[in-house]
């Protein structure tokens, strides 16, 4: 019988100490409870640091998994942002079909239909802020930057953080407008003229949204070329970057006042 | 200002703990202590309910359900001599809680799942006290496996109950008379109660190995 403890392994006379502690720590698993006092037997290799060195060891081992785990929301945004496009569908299709009923006959089936409607809508709600708040923590700059729904809408259609971060800047200004820029590939090939996209989604950035026509694109051009860094520092170091916010302002106003 | 416990008091009626260190989830920090909010901890409901534990300050204690750590920084208060291997699974409260055992010494954090106490065998050592807060439907099947792998013989357990968690359905006096047999199955039941107005259809169970 040999024996995995966070420190080593143990055959019931000599302990082979673990050269990774963290390693070890993740792998001390034993089919039914230790017939040795664990403690004992690891202040004999460990002397009195033994418990220093456990919670050290513990420590930087959750730290690390919480890391990992906490990478994973994205895909719980991809998920929400998901769901909120059926939502805003189903919402939708029952209005018209209130709609429908309402215009032949007023009656009692009515009045839930609209409870239902008005639940959905809350429900939106609640996914929206959920999402603004994942995103907080998950992609800081880019939430500041774009906002939390433009920055999630990104995301979902990258797919995963790990995805968008490798998208260039070209590539997120115009995610969401595929179709047009296919359309326009195509009739490049053939040697006719064509329209390439200027934005996708990220035209719903009120930066982009409020400037004449002819000064989108390159608004359009600046933000995307800054999201891309902002989504880099979000996955790789997290923290926030408040001059990517403040360039993008400047811009705006410049592009605003010309 | 009175003693309750070890490290525990009443001063001007409130519960608070000898404390060291700063505040954790927003409670007062005042000369000393720090407020022992019993709406926001069960194990303080439960001494306000007047039910006490006689530690000496250097048990070691297996902590189920640590969550961010709201009634852990207490419990690490109470224990200050001893050891709480806190277990908790979900990653976001468990931030919360790592900030917690960074500043704690006497705090083991453990990101793992309750109910696979063979996952953390080789890690956790015997301990003298077995608290579990985890809400969950087989809550009762997974203390019986932690205290088979870690409780002393003469070890004690500390279960909160939520009768919602276990049916969500049946009367709360009816989930909490099946939840004592089965418990009362295994172990010796030295006193339960109910942790009315702080908590709503929660009971604490306070138990030992026999």
């Given at each position: 019988m040999r024996y995995n403890l966070w420190f080593g392994t143990y055959d019931g006379k000599d302990v082979e100490v673990s050269e990774n502690f963290e390693d070890s720590f993740l792998r001390a698993e034993n089919p039914s409870p230790l017939p040795f006092n664990i403690f004992e037997l690891g202040s004999q290799v460990l002397g009195e640091s033994y418990y220093r060195i456990l919670r050290k060891t513990a420590l930087k081992v959750s730290e690390k998994q919480i890391e990992r785990e906490l990478k994973r929301e994205d895909r719980y945004v991809v998920a929400l942002v998901k769901a909120l496009e059926e939502i805003d569908e189903a919402t939708n299709m029952l209005s018209e079909k209130l709609e429908d009923i309402k215009a032949v006959k007023e009656s009692d089936i009515?009045?839930?239909?609209?409870?239902?409607?008005?639940?959905?809508?809350?429900?939106?709600?609640?996914?929206?802020?959920e999402i603004e708040e994942v995103m907080k923590k998950i992609a800081p700059n880019m939430t500041e930057l774009a906002g939390a729904k433009v920055a999630a809408k990104l995301l979902e259609r990258a797919g995963s953080m790990e995805k968008l971060v490798r998208f260039p800047a070209s590539?997120?200004?115009?995610?969401?407008?595929?179709?047009?820029?296919?359309?326009?590939?195509?009739?490049?090939?053939?040697?006719?003229?064509?329209?390439?996209?200027?934005?996708?989604?990220?035209?719903?950035?009120?930066?982009?949204?409020?400037?004449?026509?002819?000064?989108?694109?390159?608004?359009?051009?600046?933000?995307?070329?800054?999201?891309?860094?902002?989504?880099?520092?979000?996955?790789?170091?997290?923290?926030?970057?408040?001059?990517?916010?403040e360039s993008i302002v400047k811009r705006y106003e410049e592009l605003r006042r010309k | 200002m009175k003693e309750l416990m070890r490290n525990v008091y009443l001063k001007d009626g409130l519960l608070v703990t000898k404390s060291r260190y700063g505040s954790h989830y927003g409670e007062k920090v005042f000369d000393g202590f720090r407020e022992w909010i019993p709406w926001r901890s069960k194990l303080a409901a439960m001494i306000l309910k007047g039910h006490r534990l006689r530690l000496k300050g250097d048990e070691k204690v297996l902590y189920l359900g640590a969550a961010s750590g709201t009634t852990v920084s207490h419990l690490a208060d109470i224990v200050d001599e001893g050891v709480i291997y806190a277990v908790e699974y979900a990653a976001k409260p468990f931030e919360k809680l790592l900030e917690l055992a960074r500043e704690r010494e006497n705090i083991i954090p453990l990101l793992f799942d309750a109910s696979k106490p063979w996952k953390y065998s080789g890690i956790v050592e015997k301990v003298d006290l077995i608290y579990q807060d985890i809400a969950q439907k087989n809550q009762i099947e997974i203390l019986e496996s932690n205290a088979e792998f870690f409780l002393k013989a003469e070890g004690e357990v500390i279960i909160m109950v939520k009768a919602r968690s276990i049916d969500s359905t049946a009367d709360p006096e009816f989930v909490f008379e099946s939840v004592l047999r089965e418990i009362g199955g295994k172990f010796e039941i030295l006193n339960h109660g109910s942790l009315m107005p702080y908590h709503k259809d929660h009971i604490f169970i306070h138990a030992r190995m026999s």
């Open positions: 009515t009045e839930s239909f609209e409870d239902k409607i008005r639940n959905l809508k809350e429900l939106r709600k609640e996914i929206e802020r590539k997120i200004q115009v995610i969401g407008a595929e179709k047009s820029l296919y359309k326009a590939f195509s009739r490049m090939k053939k040697g006719k003229k064509a329209k390439v996209p200027k934005h996708g989604i990220i035209f719903l950035h009120p930066f982009i949204r409020t400037l004449p026509k002819s000064k989108r694109g390159k608004m359009a051009r600046f933000l995307a070329a800054k999201l891309a860094i902002a989504a880099k520092i979000d996955y790789f170091r997290g923290e926030v970057d408040e001059s990517l916010y | -």
